[in-house]
């Protein structure tokens, strides 16, 4: 397996408030990125601490022996992280409000589970096409979902970037599950300052016809090309753990 990743600025921003990492463990892999919400420097320390929690929980975890061991494991490390950034939060005015998106993914001997909380994305490439498996968790989307707008209609509503569901703003946090599975050429994790301004069909010609680096630069290139208007953060998985 080889991975690359970026986490920038870009041109609008004043502050960074994504966060990512890349943890590997016997044969698992950990990756997430964290996209910060709330004024001042709450969204950025509400992302650190989400990837900082979860990473530790991950290293002190026993070895999974099966999928049904990475939910049990995220639903208990991602509930104990959840209720610390809330309380957080709540302990000076200056962090009211805070919270973060979460885009996660364990890769266990080559098998992929994912998880979504809000509008961080999780792709897999494969047979030449770019498949996105998560559900953006937003007001526009939720509509979208119950068939009050259209998909382009989704993407271009007023509300398109308001979050529905984030870590630390509740004492509870719910988060989408999905399946990678094993038949996955490369594996995309973005924060929204990438896929919201890069569409979607020059992300999937970027990754068909260049190497590692090259795509990440592509990438990188084309986010700052529409404006580069929010935090730009990917990670990008090639191959399997049994390479």
Known sequence: MKYISISEIGLVRDENQDY???ETKDNTVLALIC??????????LASKMTVQSMVESFRKQDHFE???DISAWFGDAITRTNY?????SLSHRKFEGMGTTLIALVLWNGFGVGFNIGDSRLYTFAKEKLTCLSEDQTYAHEMYLQKKISKEESLIHPKRNVLMNAVGIDKQVKYEQVEVGQEWEQILLSSDGLHSYVKHELIEET????DLVE???????MAYEAGAYDNISFILIEGDLNE
């Open 20 to 22: 990512l990492a890349v």
């Open 35 to 44: 996209d910060g919400i709330g004024g001042g420097n709450a969204g950025s």
């Open 66 to 68: 099966s999928v049904h």
């Open 84 to 88: 610390e950034v809330f309380k957080k």
């Open 207 to 210: 990754l068909r016809h260049h």
């Open 215 to 221: 795509k990440k630069n592509r990438l990188r290139e």
